[in-house]
């Protein structure tokens, strides 16, 4: 008797187990896996250091490496304001400043390829104001 009310209970737990890994697989995976090649609109605002920059340009890498999809490309307008359309999940961003006109703008650009932002992009549109070397 004993023996047999071990088994049951064990292949109530088995299943228990089975059950939850059942709906943990049905869900969705984290954006950064995302693999479709989806696009969806992104608008927002770039500053460095706390300052709007006017010019320049940003490069939308879509993160997941089994998705073989080109870089997108943003310029930044003189109000410091961009738009790009960008694949669906995590992008990691970075940022071309304009080239430096003066000594003060080469120091506040310094560093500033080395910097990167996550955006996570969702269907529809988007907004994502990004700001590099955040004081």
């Keep these: 008797m004993r023996g047999r009310r071990m088994r049951v209970r064990f292949l109530g737990v088995l299943a228990g187990v089975a059950a939850v890994l059942s709906i943990l697989a049905g869900c969705g995976g984290p954006s950064y896996l995302e693999g479709s090649t989806q696009e969806a609109t992104v608008k927002g ?51 071309t400043p304009p080239k430096a006109r003066t000594k003060a703008q080469d120091k506040a650009y310094f560093g500033v390829g080395y910097d990167e932002q996550h955006v996570d992009v969702k269907p529809g549109e988007n907004t994502a104001d990004l700001e590099f070397l955040k004081q």
Excluded: C, M, Q, W
């Design 45 to 95: 605002t770039v500053k460095v250091r706390g300052k709007l920059i006017d010019g320049g340009d940003l490069h939308f890498n879509a993160s997941n490496p089994n998705r073989r999809v080109e870089t997108r490309e943003a310029h930044v307008g003189k109000d410091g304001t961009y738009t790009v359309k960008a694949y669906i999940g995590l992008n990691i961003v970075t940022l």
